[in-house]
């Protein structure tokens, strides 16, 4: 599983890729959008995308069309750090389920 992280707070996107990869997920990071867009033309094989809901460059919808676009499909699983740290206190997160 591939996850990309688009988060400009540099020690919150350390945080959660250093979670992540220590579960054993491959983690692609960017600061922004459009290098966000760039990652994923590079990469099509990313299943989720964690994102800060306010991007410096361009707004979430602006962002989900273009995503979707560039992968290639109708649409693109998007959850923001907040739903992201609400899923790890969640029953499933610790189960083997992440």
């Known amino acids: 599983m ?3 992280i688009i988060e400009k707070d ?3 996107l350390s945080f959660i890729k250093d979670l ?5 997920i491959e983690v ?3 600061s922004n959008g459009q290098i966000g867009l760039n990652v994923l033309k590079k990469n099509k094989n990313v299943h989720y995308i964690i994102s800060d809901p306010r991007l410096p ?10 995503a979707a676009s560039v992968q290639g499909k109708d649409s693109v699983t ?3 750090p907040q ?5 790890l206190g969640s029953p499933l997160y610790g189960r083997g389920r992440i």
């Open 28 to 30: 692609l990071t960017s």
């Open 78 to 80: 998007l959850v923001s």
């Open 20 to 24: 992540l990869s220590n579960c054993g």
């Open 2 to 4: 591939t996850v990309l």
């Open 57 to 66: 460059d361009m707004d979430m919808i602006e962002f989900l069309l273009k």
């Open 83 to 87: 739903q992201f740290f609400e899923f």
């Open 10 to 12: 540099g020690n919150l």
